[in-house]
């Protein structure tokens, strides 16, 4: 073999083993199932909880720079996070499909508050921070005990914030889409 081709061969192996990993983490091989990544990849306002919801059901939180990972069955649904906020994202999943939101601090009045968007996946600057935390960080996953602790005493929180989602909607007040453009196969 010439040293070119072994050049070659070294060259093509090692960009294999560069390329981004984030595709084989997050496949969604469940085709009943849509795969929802929730990613604070900003520190901005590390130090303040955010709280993630699915409609009415209280999901978790955390502060700083993390994600999580939650499977939910394709159709319509509701998602939202607060912090001195609320900010809503209507979701229409497919199964099999795996999706990224981004939850990004703003500045608040008192703490930071929250904005939730969708994530492109052509949108290789937001990709790159997707990939990024996905290879550095391992997916939260949230202690049943505390979450189960915390839901007892969300029941008006829960009826308060999607009083807001309705109000909100009635005014004419534009709420993100997460859809099949924000797809990954």
């Not at 600057?125 to 505390?146: C, E, G, S, T, Y």
């Amino acid at each position: 073999m010439s040293k070119s081709t072994l050049l070659l061969l070294f060259l093509s192996g090692l960009l294999t083993a560069l390329s981004p990993v984030y595709a084989q983490q997050t496949d969604n091989p469940n085709p009943d199932k849509a795969k929802v990544y929730f990613m604070r990849v900003s520190g901005t306002g590390a130090l303040v909880n955010f709280k993630y919801f699915h409609g009415n059901h209280y999901l978790g939180k955390f502060s700083g720079p993390n994600y999580f990972v939650y499977e939910v069955e394709p159709g319509e649904h509701l998602f939202w996070v607060t912090s001195e906020n609320r900010d809503f994202i209507e979701a229409t999943l497919e199964g099999g499909k795996t999706y990224f939101i981004e939850v990004r601090p703003t500045i608040g009045g008192v703490k930071a508050a929250v904005k939730v968007l969708p994530i492109d996946p052509a949108d290789t600057k937001r990709m790159k921070l997707v990939n990024r935390m996905i290879l550095k960080k391992q997916p939260m996953v949230f202690d049943d005990a505390k979450v189960a602790e915390d839901r007892e005493s969300m029941d008006f929180f829960i009826q308060n914030g999607l009083e807001k989602y309705t109000s909100d909607k009635s005014k004419g007040k534009t709420v993100a889409q997460l859809t099949s453009i924000h797809a990954i196969d």
